[in-house]
């Protein structure tokens, strides 16, 4: 869909001063150019004889509107008088001659070129280009200042250069507001993230799941992700020789006790703490034993 953008500088332009059919043949032109890329010089068409006029459009990008003369003529609805066809003929002509006080000089102060296939619309995407620019310089100066001021009203204490304790060390939560007073809170946030996994806790226990796993099983452990991490985190506090212990038995065990994963091992922690290798049993003996029973309903 064809379409053009105006602001108030046509009002500081010569076109503004034509006539008013010169004017809305014009307009009705931008609005049905299409964007165009005009990849070699073509010679610019007389609307009305078809005849070259002696200048060239070079290469470039344009509006094209396509359609004839008459064609675009009718769609800007000069009246209803029986001369407004050729009024409007003559309006295109004007579009394509040379203009010596226009604002812009580029093609000579031409606007509209007729060329084989239709009309060149010549400053349609440079108005188009240069708005939108200057729509985009404008929303970025606003994001600037809006930055700006939420620097500037930030509460974050100032950076002196001492963040030293009583101890000569410096404190972790100085280094902290420090680091993190100019960086994108995601960034802080994984940097966060990151030193959690990497707790010096973290790999002992690992290594021992994967040495009770390969002893018991045979092959490498497959880490499930996130349900093993998050399982491992939450036995971080058990000493190392437990864990083992607790470990052994959940891969060695059998039925329920059993743990094929760490997830397991820290769903079912408390059920393997039972001494001599024993496991907490939680399935129900019947009351009656198979041996007992001869026949006939057995008694609930």
Known sequence: MGFMKLDESILYSTIWDASWEELKVFLSCGLVAKPFRLDHEVAQLDPITDVPTGWTVPPGNYGLAKG???????????????????????????????????KTQAYDGRRVARIDGGFLVLNLMKFRDCTTAERQRQFRSRQSSTRDAKTNTNDTPVDTGDHSDDT??????????VSSQKRHPMVVALEKKAAKETDPRFAPLRAIWEQEWVSAIGTQYRWLGARDAKALHSLLAIPEAEFRDRARKGITATGYARCSSVSQLAAKWNDLAMP??????????????????TGGERPI
């Open 68 to 102: 004839s003369a008459t064609g675009l003529v009718r769609a800007a609805n000069l009246g209803v008088g029986p001369d407004r066809i050729e009024v409007g003929m003559q309006a295109l002509r004007r579009l394509g001659e040379p203009e010596i006080g226009s």
């Open 168 to 177: 000569g060390r410096r404190t972790a939560d100085s280094v902290e507001s």
């Open 276 to 293: 001599n290798g024993e496991t907490k049993k939680l399935a129900f003996a019947p009351a009656y034993p198979d041996e007992a029973f």
